[in-house]
């Protein structure tokens, strides 16, 4: 059984940090990418951050320069840290698991979330 579990969301003033941790078990695959998200109100989940089995990563615009995703494949976790957080920040962060490439990744398991409070 697949299990994602995030960690680490919580509140912060503006400009402040925060690091998401994803504890991944019951999933490998040679070309897994994995990724963060993030919903605000809505069906809609926003991509945040990828990176693939190769480490390359790719941004959103809107955290390029802030944020950095990495993995620690040992420890089979996925991370997202966070600086320079800003209101608009504000949101549930989801990590996922799927399988492809950096510009084309078909996820398949998702996390239940972890809340995020930028507050001005």
């Known amino acids: 059984q697949v299990q994602l579990v995030e960690s680490g969301g919580g509140s912060v003033q503006s400009g402040g940090s925060l690091r998401l941790s994803c504890t991944v078990s019951g999933y490998s695959s040679s070309s897994a990418c994995m990724g963060w998200f993030r919903q605000v109100a809505g069906p809609e989940r926003e991509g945040v951050a990828v990176i693939d089995s190769g480490g390359r990563t790719s941004y959103a615009p809107s955290v390029e320069g802030r944020f950095t995703i990495s993995q620690d494949n040992a420890k089979k976790t996925l991370y997202l840290q966070m600086n320079s957080l800003k209101p608009e920040d504000t949101a549930t962060y989801y990590c996922?698991?799927?399988?492809?490439?950096?510009?084309?990744?078909?996820?398949?398991?998702w996390g239940q979330g972890t809340q995020v409070t930028v507050s001005s």
């Open positions: 996922a698991a799927g399988v492809g490439t950096i510009n084309s990744c078909g996820w398949i398991h």
